[in-house]
């Protein structure tokens, strides 16, 4: 147990390759691309991981769990066909709002970590929703604490 | 009058900058790229030349152009910075079809050409529409035959 | 044996995601994307297939396939969460230039072909090179004819 | 005068559509889209506000301003369609980095707040190079301290 009572799970995990379409005329990752990447990471980890994939969500439920906040740091570059293994896991879970660490290593080496802050939300009130409960239990296997 | 009895209009020409997000690690536009700019492009013709902006069409009115066919040619490279004119015209118009023509050059030089044939849709219902008469007659102005 | 005298071999198959970055406020793919798409399954292709990576001949031997032409036709619209299998095959390959077809369905639903025309190019000459006899035979084996 | 001594100049304006390459099933800017178009501000910026255009800068000089860390708040949605304005502003200088904030907004209302953190870099040598004088002085114009 943590301090806050709450069980440790563990991070999400899943590589993606630097793509073409990823670089810029450096020859590197044009940063907006991470968080790309880190949208394909957050899809797969609620397929795989979860078991919500987002076409159930976004398009049959009309739920959606917008951004309201990140931080980010870029350690070092990552080139053209190196492979990328990202980490998700989840800081807090709030009434509505869900908080995150990302973290994409190449090898041991550290290249981007993210913060993010999501909120559910109602997409046709666009109106934040409660995180149900199924949910709730579902997220706290990924649980990995302030990061 | 051309053959077809059709008046000639003459294209929309709008200009756009290589811009960093554009470029590939070889420091030319990603070819993909190049169908983004002609999207911006159409947009502007839209807002600006037909006066019928996309978000009117799309959000409002839930009517699109979903692209069924195209084809183009990539002349020559195109490099961060350098700034492109994009003439947009059209071929044809049909019950629900529309033909389009692009040509991009830098200066004199010609960089890519496109043709392509759009659909409109009823967004909601994802079924061919007919073009209305109103669209059709400001369709007219950029007539430029087959190119 | 082909008329041509090729013996046929089968195209390279690899299976992407609809992703919520490639669609647009209908909800299905924006059209630039399918592009993009199909360049990541040549990385892949090339990778897994032909045994020569994009970083190795990009970034190590200055050497990189630009698209001169393609025609492409969508045949029905691709929606968020859909797994899409991506077959690559080469029409035919010449002294520098390499003609490839994609095939793009969904189950057993067509949603788009594309053709396209590469050349060779050394990337700081930026000049057409002769593809070398080992890429040829490689790539034969890849061969679908005229499709 | 500020208290650290600098004199205070005033952000770069510039006004950005939200274009439907941006917009997500859900009708708003995928968020990436917004880092993309801070992009775009800045290469506009530093073309029309500090004279010296990225394309001089990145091909020629060999010289980029890759990011090291960022934060953003996403204030409210933004809509396929609206004009965006983007100040895009100077919080400090130092011998190598370049701290930046952006604000955006539609009208009266906020949609996006970003900071972030760049440093000078010698792309051959993948190396910090410090920030030129007569760099330093044209930045100087667009000082808007911390916000």
Redesign the interface.
């Known amino acids: 147990m943590s301090a806050a009572g709450t069980a440790m799970g563990k991070p999400f995990v899943v590589t993606k390759?630097v793509?073409?379409?990823h670089?810029?005329?450096?020859?590197?990752i044009?940063?907006?691309?991470y968080?790309?990447l880190a949208?394909?990471c957050k899809?797969d980890w609620f397929?795989e991981g979860i078991g919500y994939?987002?076409?159930?969500m976004?398009?049959a439920d009309r739920r959606?769990f917008?951004?309201?906040?990140?931080?980010?740091?870029?350690v070092r570059?990552s080139?053209?066909?190196?492979q990328l293994s990202f980490e998700v896991g989840v800081r807090s879970v709030g009434a509505t709002s869900l908080k995150l660490s990302y973290r994409c290593v190449c090898g041991s080496e550290e290249r981007m970590r993210m913060h993010s802050v999501l909120v559910m939300t109602d997409?046709d009130r666009?109106a934040p929703v409660p995180i149900p409960d199924w949910l709730r239990e579902r997220l706290a296997g990924f649980h990995v604490g302030e990061t």
């Open positions: 390759y793509r073409f379409a670089c810029d005329p450096a020859g590197i044009f940063y907006p691309q968080f790309v949208h394909e899809e397929r994939p987002f076409e159930r976004v398009t959606g917008p951004i309201v906040k990140l931080d980010a740091e870029f570059a080139r053209l066909g190196e997409l666009n």
